[in-house]
């Protein structure tokens, strides 16, 4: 007997699954090398540098990917609207409002826009003149950064221009800078991402099943969690505090009793960011509360 299926090809449903998650392990081993405070340079490790940038850059290709998976599901949406004109961006955010008008997006169009600044940054390959000052044995000095080619509407209304970091969540700009931070960041607004397309389109298509010390993790933010606990860089993690509660913890009774998510990854006893991790270890770095289901046998080398 014959069988007919439907399917709709959709690229980047596996990228944040086999590559960037490695990539995200790659660039931290070299992150961690360093001493913090990190001191101001024209450029971070190579190494860190390449992983980042190319787990940024797959990230929101897999952003982009399933909002046109979404166009593609919403199509009487789009041509009712006169959608069909506007960027990806654009669209999407115009989608949620239409869809959802009690949903709060305010905040949304900045998010999204900050970590599609970094992907332009670096697919366009913005360039910048670097002037070093060095001293008899050629250890750097000084240097001022020059962006000479690239940039747009976007980039001009989310960027400080003085010091090549975006306003709300301090990404590097300038390619050579950007590291594990951009890297960690723009994964957290993927969650974010996919969670409020859970709760809005009532869709989710990109599953995780990842191979993280030797065991398979289905939850994106129990892994981010586990990085930020082990982040040595303590002014990155009170950023990283600071703006979870600003930007991505969402209060809503929409979100109570969905899965967990960065909007929902939070401690039960004070509020701390990253309280649920993998392997079932839940604990706080903030107040030392913790949970524990299962017994937890590796540490992450
Ligand atoms: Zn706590």
């Not at 992983?51 to 909002?67: D, F, K, Q, R, W």
């Not at 998976?69 to 999407?92: A, C, D, G, P, T």
């Not at 969402?250 to 990854?265: A, C, G, M």
């Amino acid at each position: 007997m014959r069988n007919k299926q439907k399917l709709i090809s959709v690229v980047g449903g596996e990228y944040i699954n086999l590559v960037v998650l490695d990539l995200l392990s790659k660039s931290f081993g070299d992150y961690k090398k360093n001493k913090f405070p990190r001191k101001d340079f024209f450029q971070i490790g190579h190494l860190e540098n390449t992983y980042s940038n190319s787990g940024i850059i797959l990230t929101v290709a897999s952003i982009e990917s399933y909002m046109s998976r979404l166009f593609h599901h919403n199509k009487e949406l789009i041509v009712e609207n006169k959608l069909h004109k506007m960027s990806s961006l654009q669209k999407y955010l115009k989608m949620i409002a239409l869809r959802d008008k009690k949903f709060n997006t305010t905040k949304i169009p900045s998010i999204l826009a900050e970590i599609f600044i970094l992907r332009d940054t670096l697919m366009h390959n913005h360039i910048y003149d670097i002037e070093l000052e060095h001293d008899g044995l050629w250890n750097d000095l000084s240097y001022d950064q020059t962006k000479v080619l690239g940039g747009d509407k976007k980039f001009n209304s989310h960027v400080d221009i003085r010091k090549y970091k975006t306003k709300l969540f301090n990404l590097n700009v300038q390619p050579l800078k950007i590291g594990f931070e951009e890297l960690f960041i723009s994964l957290v607004v993927y969650d974010l991402f996919i969670a409020i397309n859970r709760i809005v389109f009532k869709d989710d298509p990109f599953h995780l099943n990842y191979n993280f010390n030797s065991e398979y993790e289905n939850n994106l933010s129990e892994i981010l969690s586990y990085y930020h606990s082990k982040n040595p860089n303590d002014e990155f993690k009170i950023f990283i505090n600071k703006i979870s509660k600003q930007y991505f913890k969402i209060e809503s009774d929409l979100f109570v009793n969905q899965q967990k998510s960065v909007t929902n990854n939070y401690c039960p006893f004070c509020g701390a960011f990253g309280f649920y991790k993998t392997k079932g270890k839940h604990n706080c770095a903030e107040c030392g509360e913790e949970i524990i289901i299962g017994e937890v046998t590796t540490e992450f080398g």
